[in-house]
Every structure is written in structure tokens, then in C-alpha cells.
């Protein structure tokens, strides 16, 4: 270990130890609650979130894999068990027959459409609700400043316009 580690001062230390605890804790949380509410993972219900906001809610696996943070070996698993409860189906992309598109069914919407208000709730009650309206603000900027360094690309980091907008730019909820 090198000597000259830039060592974190114990405030410091007391927020990461914190981030950790809530990065450990919070997927847990979300699990349980799809698992009871859907028989879904969070994982699962990601890959289904972001189908109901693509266009036409389809997209191709390299582009879901991108967006859910996903290899393509473990999406691929992933998508065909959501196709085997008929959530989601595949199909040769028509522009570019070597790639496959993962497309939403009415089934797999229907699920999102239910599954997203006990989603919004849960995220309310365990992280919104606790926090005043300052430190949502605050906790927004904090996690653009970390996404910046953990996420340069945007991959799972639309841009601040898109998010919580619908189709004609107005606020409003959004499934995930």
C-alpha cells in the first residue's frame, strides 16, 4: 500500500460508508417490491422501462444492453426469460439483419403500466419523501457530478431535458 495515499478525513469517510450503505441497501429494497408486486427483478423491470420509452418500444440488444448497463450475454438471458411470460419478444433487426431488436409486447406494457405506480412509491418512500425539497436538489446535482465521472458516455444517463418529460415535453412521471 502506498504511503502517500491521499487517506479520506473522517467526514469524508462517514458519506461514503453512507453511499455504500445505500448502494448495497436501496436495490434490495426495489427487488422486494417488484419481486411482490410483479414477480420481477429490478433488472427486469429496467429492461422493461426502457421498452415503454423507446420508440415504437422497441430497441436493438446492443442499445438495451447500453441503456440497462447490461452485458449482452446476461441480457440476452435475461429477455429470453421475460420472452418465455411473453413481456417481450425478439425479432431480426430490419435495418441491419445481424442485429436482433428486443420489442415490448401489449402483455409487457400492460406489466409496466401496473408495475409502475407501486415503483414510484417505493422510490418515494425510501428516497424522495425522506429528503426537503432542498436536498432532492441537492442530491440531483451530487449524482450528475458522480455520473459525469462513472458514466461519461450517458449510457444510463439521459439528457437532464428528456428526463421526466412525456412525448409533447410536459412534465410528468416517468416508469422507471
Same mark, same amino acid.
Given at each position: 500500500?502506498?504511503?502517500?495515499?491521499?487517506?479520506?478525513?473522517?467526514?469524508?469517510?462517514?458519506?461514503?460508508?453512507?453511499?455504500? #450503505?445505500?448502494? @448495497?441497501?436501496?436495490?434490495?429494497?426495489?427487488?422486494?417490491? %417488484?419481486?411482490?408486486?410483479?414477480?420481477?427483478?429490478?433488472?427486469?423491470?429496467?429492461?422493461?422501462?426502457?421498452?415503454?420509452?423507446?420508440?415504437?418500444?422497441?430497441?436493438?440488444?446492443?442499445?438495451?444492453?447500453?441503456?440497462?448497463?447490461?452485458?449482452?450475454?446476461?441480457?440476452?438471458?435475461?429477455?429470453?426469460?421475460? @420472452?418465455?411470460?411473453?413481456?417481450?419478444?425478439?425479432?431480426?433487426? #430490419?435495418?441491419?439483419?445481424?442485429?436482433?431488436?428486443?420489442?415490448?409486447?401489449?402483455?409487457?406494457?400492460?406489466?409496466?403500466?401496473?408495475?409502475?405506480?407501486?415503483?414510484?412509491?417505493? #422510490?418515494?418512500?425510501?428516497?424522495?419523501?425522506? %429528503?426537503?425539497? @432542498?436536498?432532492?436538489?441537492?442530491?440531483?446535482?451530487?449524482?450528475?457530478?458522480?455520473?459525469?465521472?462513472?458514466?461519461?458516455?450517458?449510457?444510463?444517463?439521459?439528457?437532464?431535458? @428528456?428526463?421526466?418529460?412525456?412525448?409533447?415535453?410536459?412534465?410528468?412521471?416517468? #416508469?422507471?
Amino acid at each position: 500500500m502506498p504511503s502517500d495515499a491521499l487517506w479520506l478525513t473522517p467526514s469524508e469517510l462517514r458519506a461514503w460508508l453512507g453511499l455504500v #450503505a445505500v448502494a @448495497e441497501l436501496l436495490p434490495a429494497q426495489l427487488d422486494s417490491q %417488484l419481486q411482490h408486486d410483479a414477480g420481477l427483478t429490478h433488472f427486469e423491470y429496467q429492461v422493461l422501462a426502457m421498452l415503454s420509452e423507446a420508440r415504437s418500444r422497441t430497441l436493438r440488444m446492443s442499445d438495451l444492453a447500453r441503456r440497462t448497463n447490461a452485458t449482452l450475454p446476461r441480457l440476452s438471458h435475461v429477455v429470453r426469460r421475460l @420472452e418465455d411470460r411473453g413481456l417481450v419478444e425478439r425479432a431480426p433487426c #430490419a435495418d441491419d439483419r445481424r442485429a436482433t431488436n428486443a420489442h415490448l409486447t401489449a402483455a409487457g406494457w400492460d406489466l409496466v403500466v401496473q408495475t409502475a405506480p407501486g415503483h414510484v412509491a417505493t #422510490a418515494r418512500a425510501l428516497v424522495v419523501d425522506a %429528503l426537503s425539497a @432542498e436536498q432532492v436538489a441537492q442530491l440531483e446535482d451530487l449524482t450528475r457530478t458522480m455520473l459525469l465521472r462513472l458514466d461519461p458516455e450517458g449510457r444510463l444517463t439521459p439528457p437532464l431535458d @428528456e428526463v421526466g418529460r412525456d412525448d409533447e415535453g410536459r412534465d410528468g412521471a416517468s #416508469a422507471t
